[in-house]
């Protein structure tokens, strides 16, 4: 660090009992040029009350539209080390899991081609290595490709899946999220790795409704584990929670948001309606000793999630309320082809699936990538009497 | 060359074995203390994770201090969640308390399990986002330090997740969080027409405004803006740096409150626009810290158990969320963008 270098307001940011992001760019500093240059690039945006970055411009690897973000500052006299600061993003394995051989492995390379700083993990789920040259771009990819990691995706692309931690640790897990995780990112390493869609595309898996990984607010297909009959209730586990003192009448029945759950008070049983349970999971977080989900596990597809930016943020929303989720996904791989082929022809530049759906509506969608409509689809029908009739449908 | 596609590692090589021999089989799990899970399998296997707080960006040489800890304690094995916690896991129970111990004294927080704070997700921020109205690590210390006692605690009215997004085009997906904190622009584009006439596409940068406020000015050989249209959403920043949206003076935070992902009970729901702007005030941000204190301790004080933030405002209704946080309402709070009025109260009942 040079001598004059001084971050008086980044310096307050080591104070108090969370651990401090700025401690750790001291440390990276300390070891390299480009991580000194970054605090007081930082410093001074905390002077200035502004982002001191430029636009990315198109940096790569050989063989790789996407993976790469460009980064440069505005301030590049002041902050030479800082003239290229690229990031890298490094796909994950599924669920986050890695051995202490495994981290080592990628500080090392990370320590000798980039600044040493990292962010475990990226909002999408990659790993993110943060700041380097143009220069060692190459060279630092082809260390972590023989060390067996890979890029994951940025740009116009299929962004990295990821998945919640599943069977490897859950019992709430309705399908293995992690395997399907990684097959699906194998099978599409093309869509992965080079950009050809109007905008981003992300896949999320989670294995149950409790949606760990936020599928459902931030995946373009959003694939939550759920089953078809009914949860299995374990009448001795009840007695069990009850003599333990949980008020299973208050916090599970008064809770079930269909009043499907019926607790006898004196022979300390609790019964199901099974058509009247619509498996959102409250009942099994609170007992998860005595309430399991059923036995015919699958997922429910949901499409359209987002964030906010163009047309407001989406929920992902139900298009196939069942499907069995069981190697080699051979059904599900077919339906997001087509649903990809369709938006690829359909949408605008940064148009989202969801907001490409949005827009011609959902019996267009429904009709060209064939899938059923069905009343799970939607809280409630239309309001309006404006239906778009087919030809077939009116006598000419 | 290098080979390429080879795709991620497969994540099967890095399991504990106690994992592996029970992967699909795990039977049940208790809360043992704030930041310990323990998971039961079928065979009676237990499995120990004790979930730790990380402040995301970090050195390499913090990786290589977790992973001196997962050698000593954990064989060598370790985890993280999607909202940046490490995961340490044992099948020994006569490591769980060394290694919190370990923790401590790295000054890693132990916690962020059941019904407690988790680790606040964020984005990018001024360390490397070009299109930032906000830094992200610096206001995620803040307010984690702020609410340090929650993440250690698990005796909240229901899990509290916090999140943080720099800008709208939230790369964090805050909007479905109990507390969001979001950086908001307010002021329209600058135009620079000598960058837009060297690289801009001028009829995607029309197209790309959702409120229609840009047109092409062919005078200029660029566009122009129709500024009482724009509301600062900076989707043509992010087309042509000549577009201008970062703004010193005006840039700042805004908070939404009451969203979640999870199906339990209720459906998942969006965060809602309580706060329209906070200035930005680094290093500390008090003005934010505040106000997400406010929030969390008034549902601390009136919520019921089980009652996740947005469930318990739904259940005593918007307005008296108001009134007790003693946040004051205003038009900037009411949707006036394409979903407005599913937001209007097309109802008599009401409280006061």
């Known amino acids: ?396 | 060359m290098a080979k390429i596609d080879i795709g991620p590692p497969d994540y099967r090589k890095f399991l504990p074995p106690v994992i592996k021999e029970n992967y699909g089989k795990w039977k049940y799990h208790e809360l043992v203390r704030p930041g310990v899970l323990k998971h039961v399998a079928q065979s009676g296997a237990e499995l120990y994770t004790i979930r730790v707080g990380s402040p995301r960006l970090v050195s390499v040489d913090f990786i290589r201090d977790i992973c001196d800890i997962a050698d000593q304690y954990c064989k060598g094995y370790l985890r993280f969640t999607s909202r940046n916690n490490i995961e340490f896991l044992t099948d020994d129970a006569a490591m769980v308390e060394p290694l919190i111990e370990a923790c401590r004294a790295k000054g890693l927080p132990v916690g962020g399990t059941g019904r407690s704070l988790s680790n606040i997700v964020h984005t990018q921020g001024w360390i490397h986002c070009h299109t930032p109205a906000s830094d992200a690590s610096g206001i995620v210390k803040a307010v984690m330090d702020d609410l340090y006692e929650y993440f250690g605690r698990d005796d909240l009215p229901a899990k509290l997740r916090i999140a943080m997004a720099c800008c709208l085009n939230m790369c964090g997906a805050v909007h479905c969080s109990d507390i969001a904190i979001l950086g908001v622009h307010r002021t329209p584009p600058v135009i620079n027409h000598e960058i837009i006439q060297k690289g801009a596409e001028i009829p995607s940068l029309v197209a790309c405004c959702p409120t229609g406020a840009i047109r092409p000015d062919p005078k200029n050989k660029s566009v122009a803006v129709k500024e009482e249209k724009c509301m600062y959403c900076g989707n043509c920043f992010t087309m042509s740096p000549g577009m201008q949206i970062l703004d010193a003076q005006n840039d700042g935070i805004a908070i939404l409150v009451g969203g979640k992902v999870s199906n339990a009970r209720s459906a998942p729901s969006f965060s809602r626009l309580v706060i329209p702007f906070l200035p930005n005030n680094p290093p500390r941000w008090p003005e934010v810290t505040e106000a997400v204190r406010n929030i969390v301790e008034t549902w601390l004080t009136h919520a019921r158990t089980g009652e996740r933030m947005g469930e318990w405002i739904e259940r005593i209704g918007w307005e008296r969320f108001f009134t007790l946080t003693n946040i004051p309402f205003s038009d900037k709070c009411i949707d006036d963008y394409i979903f407005s009025r599913e937001t209007f109260r097309t109802s008599a009942a009401f409280k006061y």
């Not at chain 1, 310096?11 to 401090?20: A, C, N, V």
């Not at chain 1, 990292?118 to 943060?130: A, E, K, P, V, Y």
């Not at chain 1, 359909?346 to 990538?369: D, H, P, Q, S």
Request: proline share 6%.
């Open chain 1, 1 to 396: 660090m040079p001598e004059d270098r001084k971050t008086p307001q980044l310096d307050e940011l080591e104070k108090g009992p969370w651990p401090s992001f700025v401690t750790e760019m001291k440390r990276a500093a300390a070891k390299n040029p480009a991580a000194d240059d970054l605090l007081g690039l930082l410093e001074r945006s905390y002077e200035d009350k502004i982002g001191h970055w430029k636009h990315g411009g198109i940096v790569g690897v050989r063989g790789y539209g996407g993976g790469v973000i460009g980064r440069y500052t505005d301030l590049p006299e002041e902050f030479p080390h800082l003239k290229e600061f690229h990031t890298m993003r490094v796909n994950h394995p599924s669920g986050w899991f890695y051995t202490t051989d495994a981290l080592r492995t990628i500080c090392d390379i990370w320590e000798k081609h980039g600044s040493g700083l990292t962010n475990f993990h990226g909002s999408t789920g990659d790993i993110i290595m943060l700041g380097t040259t143009t220069d060692e771009l190459q060279p630092t990819f082809d260390e972590f490709s023989e060390a067996g990691f890979d890029l994951g995706g940025s740009g116009s692309d299929l962004r990295s899946p990821s998945c919640c931690v599943g069977p490897a640790r859950c019992e709430y897990a309705c399908f293995d999220t992690l395997d399907m995780c990684y097959d699906l990112t194998h099978e599409f390493q093309d869509e992965l790795h080079r950009p050809m869609w109007p905008y981003k595309f992300k896949i999320k898996m989670s294995g149950c409704a409790n949606d760990c990984v936020a599928a459902i607010a931030r995946a373009d297909c959003s694939v939550i584990g759920t089953w078809r009959d009914t949860i299995i209730i374990d009448q001795d586990e009840v007695k069990a929670y009850a003599e333990s003192g949980l008020n299973i009448q208050r916090a599970v029945c008064d809770k079930c948001p269909t009043r499907a759950l019926e607790f006898n008070a004196e022979t300390k049983e609790l019964t199901v309606i099974p058509e009247d349970c619509s498996r959102c999971m409250h009942c099994i977080n609170m007992m998860p000793k005595a309430i399991q989900p059923g036995k015919e596990k699958g997922a429910t597809i949901l499409l359209g999630g987002k964030s906010t930016i163009v047309k407001s943020a989406f929920m992902s929303w139900v298009i196939v309320p069942f499907m069995k989720m069981e190697p080699p996904y051979t059904e599900f791989k077919d339906l997001i082809r087509r649903i990809w082929d369709w938006w690829d022809e359909n949408g605008k530049t940064r148009e989202r699936l969801g907001e490409l759906i949005y827009r011609v509506g959902m019996g267009t969608f429904l009709r060209e990538v064939g899938l059923p409509p069905v009343p799970q689809m939607v809280f409630r029908p239309r309001a309006n009497p404006y239906v778009f009739w087919q030809e077939d449908e009116i006598k000419k």
